[in-house]
């Protein structure tokens, strides 16, 4: 049972580079999430999928795209890496089969991180 | 203004004794849920508790539950008889129902167990 994988653990990049970041989830989760870890800001979200095909921005969209071709796969791309986005990238998946409601808690389960340092 | 306050950066607590982390939210909306996640020294994000804004009874999850009070906005952990292996950064989130499925998350507390 793997669960939600992210690859690579480290990378290490420099500025004008393009990197993706891989995302793989084996639960068949509808959605999936992109969030960035800095210290002081806690975890904020950068884009999210309902489904393959359908994502949408989060807090911190601008220099990252993402594509999702499959429904277990999301990949993060930084077209071209700023120092900036030095940062820890992690994967979250959760079902969406629950009711959105606060009584359907539709957990979000993380992948184990991806640390980016852009020289 | 935050959604998500964390107030105490870093708390230490002795081992076998109980400990509160706060979290205090701001929402509009009157539909929203709560969650908490532990983050050890690893780096792995791990789900602890949930409570909903309709949910009556607080939540509990073994050690862990979480003293809800929907007046004051507030979602405050209170891990029991702590353990070393409780040492960790703790991450408050809300999922605001008018928005959708994402979390917000709180700037996180360091918690450090002694032995």
């Known amino acids: 049972d793997a669960g939600i994988t992210q690859s690579p653990r480290y990378k290490i990049t420099e500025t004008g580079r393009q990197v993706t970041l891989m995302c793989h989830q084996t639960?068949?989760?509808?959605?999936m999430f992109w969030y960035r870890q800095d210290l002081g800001h806690g975890l904020r979200l950068i884009y999210y999928?309902?489904?393959?095909?359908?994502?949408d921005k989060g807090e911190v969209p601008d220099g990252y795209v993402v594509s999702r071709s499959k429904t277990e796969n999301f990949p993060l791309t930084l077209e071209s890496a700023t120092r900036s986005q030095t940062s820890v990238y992690f994967c979250?998946?959760?079902?969406?089969?629950?009711?959105?409601?606060?009584?359907?808690?539709?957990?979000?389960?993380f992948g184990p991180g991806t640390r980016l340092t852009v020289l | 203004a935050q959604k998500i306050t964390q107030t105490q950066p870093g708390m230490f607590v002795q081992e076998k004794e109980a400990v509160t982390l706060d979290c205090t939210y701001d929402t509009s909306d009157q539909s929203y849920g709560l969650f908490w996640y532990k983050q050890p020294s690893s780096g792995e994000m791990i789900f602890l508790i949930y409570?909903?804004?309709?949910?009556?009874q607080n939540a509990t999850e073994g050690r862990y539950s979480l003293n809800f009070q929907k007046a004051r906005k507030s979602a405050n952990l209170v891990i029991s008889a702590s353990q070393l292996g409780d040492s960790a950064m703790y991450f408050c989130a809300m999922r605001e129902v008018m928005i959708g499925r994402q979390l917000t998350f709180g700037s996180g507390t360091q918690l450090t167990v002694l032995p």
């Open positions: 639960w068949s989760h509808s959605y």
């Open positions: 999928s309902a489904a393959a095909d359908i994502t």
């Open positions: 979250a998946s959760s079902s969406g089969t629950s009711r959105l409601s606060p009584r359907g808690t539709d957990t979000q389960y």
């Open positions: 409570q909903g804004s309709y949910d009556e």
